[in-house]
C-alpha cells in the first residue's frame, strides 16, 4: 500500500512518537509510507520535523503549522493537498491518508471531494482518522461530518469511545487499538543507583513516577494529598516527577509546600536522553489521567522497563493495565491511590512479581510490528468498502 501520514502540527507532543512509531513499522513491512508536516519555527528546540529526520522518516512535502480547522487561504491549500494525494511521491496516488489533528483532516477530507459533486465517489485515497483523546465525541453536526461521512475510518484509543462513536459513523468502519512504543529507544544505560545519587534520593528510597506536564487537568492535587498520606507510615517514599510546565509552581511546588511534603517531591524535569535511565530507577509508575496522547505512552514505556502501574479508569488507562496482574486500578481518590502506593511498597515481592507481569505484557502487546500489522488490516478494510 502507499500510505500517507499528513499531520498539521509541527510539535514533538501528543501522537507525534506513535505516529513515527507506526510509519516505521509499516515501511518494514514493505509499504510505502511518506510524511507531510510543518517544518518548525526558528525558536523551537525538539519537532516532529527534526524527529523524523533523525529516524531517516524525511518529510516529503511541508505543510503550514497552523490550528484552527479552517483558515483563510484554505482552499489553495486543499489544491496542494489534492495534488499531493493524486501524484504521491513515487508511482501514483496514496491508498491511505491517515490524518492526527482536525486541520490535517479537514484538509485532507475537502481535497478529496475536490471538483466532484457530494455524492459522488471520492478520489482515490481512503482517509482514516487517528483520534488521540479518549473522551466521548459530542454530538454535534460539525462532528457528525467530520467523524461520519468526513472520513473513511476511524480509530480511537478505548473501546468506550469507540463505542460511543458508532451512531456518528453509520456504519463505516471504526475500531480502537492500544498503542505501541520503539523498544530500542528504551535502553537503560546508566544504573538505580547513579540516578539515586544524582537526585539526591536515598538508595533504599521507594521511589513513584509520574511522567507528565505539570498542569491542573493532570490532577496533581489528588497525587499530591496522596502523598500527604502515604508519608505519615512511609515517610522515606518520595513522588518523582518527569515533565515541565509553565504552572509548576502552582500546580506542585506551592501545594507541596503547603502541605509540608516538598521534601518529598522530586521534579526531575523534562527528560530526553537519559528517560529511561531516570523512569527504570523507580519502584513504581502512576498515570492519573491522559495527556495529548491518549495511549498514554509513558504508561506503555513503564510497563516496558518492568515498573508496577497504579493508574485511574480514564481513558485507555484500564485497557492497558490489568488490574491486580501488571498494577492496581483506584479511584479517583488520595486514599484509594496512597493505599494502592503502600501495598507495593510494603510488599517488594508483589512489587517485581507485578513488574514483571508488566514487561511481559508490554512485550506482547506493544510491539510495533504488532501494531502496524493490526493497522494494515484495519487499512484492508476501509480499502475494501
Known amino acids: 500500500m502507499k500510505i500517507l501520514q499528513l499531520v498539521s ?11 513515527l512509531v507506526l510509519t516505521a513499522a509499516l515501511r518494514a513491512r514493505g509499504h510505502q509510507v511518506d510524511l507531510i508536516c510543518p517544518e518548525p519555527p526558528g525558536r523551537a528546540n525538539r519537532s516532529l520535523w527534526h524527529e523524523a529526520s533523525l529516524r531517516k522518516i524525511d518529510p516529503v512535502h511541508p505543510i503550514e503549522g497552523l490550528r484552527s480547522a479552517i483558515r483563510w487561504g484554505d482552499g489553495e491549500r486543499v489544491r496542494r493537498v489534492a495534488a499531493w494525494l493524486e501524484s504521491g511521491a513515487i508511482g501514483g496516488p496514496y491508498d491511505i491518508v491517515h490524518c492526527w489533528h482536525t486541520r490535517d483532516h479537514v484538509l485532507a477530507a475537502r481535497a478529496l471531494r475536490l471538483g466532484r459533486p457530494f455524492d459522488a465517489h471520492p478520489r482515490h485515497a481512503r482517509l482514516v482518522r487517528f483520534l488521540s483523546s479518549a473522551e466521548p465525541i459530542p454530538s454535534w453536526p460539525w462532528n457528525r461530518w467530520l467523524f461520519g461521512a468526513g472520513c473513511d475510518g476511524l480509530i480511537c484509543v478505548n473501546d ?4 460511543s462513536s458508532r451512531g456518528l459513523r453509520r456504519e463505516r468502519p471504526v475500531t480502537s487499538t492500544t498503542g505501541a512504543i520503539d523498544f530500542n529507544e528504551l535502553e537503560v544505560r546508566r544504573g538505580r543507583a547513579e540516578v539515586r545519587r544524582e537526585l ?7 521511589l513513584i513516577a509520574v511522567v507528565a506536564r505539570m498542569q491542573p487537568h493532570r490532577r496533581f492535587d489528588l ?46 524535569g523534562y527528560r530526553v536522553e537519559d528517560y529511561s535511565d531516570v523512569l527504570a530507577a523507580m519502584d513504581l509508575c502512576t498515570f492519573l489521567v491522559p495527556g495529548s496522547d491518549g495511549t498514554c505512552r509513558a504508561l506503555l514505556q ?21 488490574n491486580g496482574q501488571t498494577g492496581w486500578i483506584v479511584d479517583e481518590d488520595p486514599d484509594a491511590i496512597a493505599s494502592a502506593w503502600r501495598q507495593l511498597i510494603d510488599d517488594p515481592q508483589q512489587r517485581r512479581e507485578m513488574g514483571e507481569a508488566a514487561r511481559r505484557d508490554a512485550q506482547s502487546r506493544f510491539q510495533p510490528d504488532r501494531y ?12 475494501a468498502r
Open 200 to 206: 539526591g534520593v536515598p538508595q533504599d528510597a521507594p
Open 302 to 322: 513503564a510497563a516496558a522497563l518492568g515498573l508496577p502501574l497504579v493508574g485511574t479508569r480514564r481513558g485507555a488507562i484500564p485497557e492497558i493495565i490489568s
Open 223 to 268: 497525587l499530591l494529598c496522596a502523598l500527604a498520606r502515604l508519608t505519615r507510615t512511609r515517610p522515606d517514599a518520595r513522588l518523582v516527577i518527569l515533565g515541565r510546565g509553565s504552572r509548576a509552581d502552582e500546580v506542585v511546588v506551592q501545594p507541596a509546600r503547603v502541605m509540608g511534603i516538598e521534601d518529598r517531591v522530586i521534579c526531575a
Open 9 to 19: 502540527d509541527w510539535k514533538w507532543t501528543g501522537p507525534a512518537e506513535p505516529m
Open 372 to 383: 502496524a500489522a493490526w493497522m494494515e488490516r484495519f487499512y484492508e478494510t476501509v480499502r
Open 160 to 163: 468506550s469511545t469507540a463505542q
